[in-house]
T-cell receptor, first 115, second 118 residues
Framework: EAQVTQNPRYLITVTGKKLTVTCSQN?????MSWYRQDPGLGLRQIYY???????DKGDVPEGYKVSRKEKRNFPLILESPSPNQTSLYFC??????????????FGPGTRLTVT | AQTVTQSQPEMSVQEAETVTLSCTYD???????LFWYKQPPSRQMILVIR??????QNATENRFSVNFQKAAKSFSLKISDSQLGDAAMYFC???????????????FGKGTLLTVNP
């Protein structure tokens, strides 16, 4: 089944404790992206990647890092989480450059709480 | 920068009735893509319908249809014969058609929470 997976689905952590949220897709998509969703703000892009070793900042990158060492994986790293990073996080992928469907496929979301 | 506005934070509809969710956007681009995503309580983001700006015909998908008014920069979603399973948060989103990483971003509205009453 074609899908985007994220782990963990739920995470409660404390301020300053480094964490990684994994994202993996099995559709051979070039483009991957991370969004955060906050009440009243919709979804906002954090980082994106055009392909292996090609990443760039989105609209709200502060406090986050990413890496793209393999085409299928795009982890989101919070090196020193703070309470304002409490949010719902989505990973998405899209076959840019291969298909012109422009549809982005979303993972199931990760609910992160930083206390 | 493009912006997407959903002016209705919440809407409600009776089962089997029709409801229209509003979306307006601002862009200087002449070509673009518009989407409606549904987010049920499971939080999964589900693509409902897609409209390409160069197409004059409004997109339809079963009970879902859009009213795309390019000059007015309006993109409303109509749900006919509403069902209990339609209850969800609905997001309107914009995407540039041009190449380049930053152009692939989806710009979302703040969402409209739809309640379906039995």
């Amino acid at each position: 089944e074609a899908q985007v997976t994220q782990n963990p689905r739920y995470l409660i952590t404390v301020t300053g404790k480094k964490l990684t949220v994994t994202c993996s897709q099995n559709m051979n998509h070039e483009y991957m992206s991370w969004y955060r969703q906050d009440p009243g703000l919709g979804l906002r892009q954090i980082y994106y990647s055009m392909n292996v070793e090609v990443t760039d900042k989105g609209d709200v990158p502060e406090g986050y890092k990413v890496s793209r060492k393999e085409k299928r994986n795009f982890p989101l790293i919070l090196e020193s989480p703070s309470p304002n990073q409490t949010s719902l996080y989505f990973c998405a992928s899209s076959p840019e450059g291969v298909s012109r469907s422009y549809e982005q496929y979303f993972g199931p979301g990760t609910r992160l709480t930083v206390t | 920068a493009q912006t997407v506005t959903q002016s209705q934070p919440e809407m409600s509809v009776q089962e089997a009735e029709t409801v229209t969710l509003s979306c307006t956007y601002d862009t200087s681009e002449s070509d673009y893509y518009l989407f409606w995503y549904k987010q049920p309580p499971s939080r999964q983001m589900i693509l409902v319908i897609r409209q390409e700006a160069y197409k004059q015909q409004n997109a339809t998908e079963n009970r879902f249809s859009v009213n795309f008014q390019k000059a007015a920069k309006s993109f409303s979603l109509k749900i006919s014969d509403s069902q209990l399973g339609d209850a969800a948060m609905y997001f309107c989103a914009y995407r540039s058609p041009y190449s380049g990483g930053s152009n692939y971003k989806l710009t979302f509205g703040k969402g409209t929470l739809l309640t379906v009453n039995p």
